[in-house]
């Protein structure tokens, strides 16, 4: 099923370096993006949420939707070792079933 | 801050065995969800669950899966006749709708890793 697509890296950045993340998806309907983050043998962590097109800002992320595009993406400024895990974006229709992309293993090297 | 809890963290059954995987959803949430990751793939929708019924699944969930919240807290996923291929990492979330001026998104749980033997 390639719904959602994403790069799944591996990634690897120096410290401090500006990361950028994408996924791009098929289904025009999607209106409810996310990205989580998920370190190893953990569940996924909501990071950042969007509906429907624009830009949200959090600290040192920000997340981008493009639906004329079909694609999302999601900034990390200063990125810090801690910052090393799983980023995976998900969208859905309507709110309830939320399909996943692959996950982009990224390391921010010290 | 509030968690979904799941236990047990990783449960080992042999083939053709039933499993119930346990999930304390955050309380004031009404919205309940199952999802499994296979190694290596994607995070993949199971099944959803509110006001006591099952709203949406997906194909996965087929006749040997089933779902229940047998009390206030408890919800359960359970796998009547295990195949090697559900051998994954289950997830439990929950969530608790909010309009759009809200954070959206659900709570995970760390996750059951059922490896079917």
């Known amino acids: 099923q390639k719904e959602v697509e994403q790069d799944p890296g591996p990634l690897s950045v120096p410290e401090g370096a500006i990361v950028s993340l994408n996924c791009t998806y098929s289904?025009?309907?999607?209106?409810?993006f996310m990205w989580y983050r998920q370190y190893s043998r953990k569940g996924p962590e909501l990071l950042m949420y969007?509906?429907?097109?624009g830009n949200k800002e959090d600290g040192r992320f920000t997340a981008q939707v493009d639906k004329s595009s079909k694609y999302i993406s999601l900034f990390i400024r200063d990125s810090q070792p801690s910052d090393s895990a799983t980023y995976l974006c998900a969208m859905s229709v309507a709110g309830n079933q939320f399909y996943f992309g692959t996950g982009t293993s990224l390391t921010v090297i010290p | 801050e509030p968690e979904v809890t799941q236990t047990p963290s990783h449960q080992v059954t042999q083939m053709g065995q039933e499993v119930i995987l346990r999930c304390v959803p955050i309380s004031n949430h009404l919205y309940f969800y199952w999802y499994r990751q296979i190694l290596g793939q994607k995070v993949e929708f199971l099944v959803s669950f509110y006001n006591n019924e099952i709203s949406e699944k997906s194909e996965i969930f087929d006749d040997q899966f089933s779902v229940e919240r047998p009390d206030g807290s408890n919800f359960t996923l359970k796998i009547r006749s295990t195949k090697l291929e559900d051998s994954a990492m289950y997830f439990c979330a929950s969530s608790e709708r909010g309009d759009r001026g809200r954070d959206y998104g659900y709570t995970f749980g760390s996750g059951t890793r059922l490896t079917v033997v």
């Open positions: 969007t509906y429907s097109s």
């Open positions: 289904n025009s309907a999607f209106q409810y």
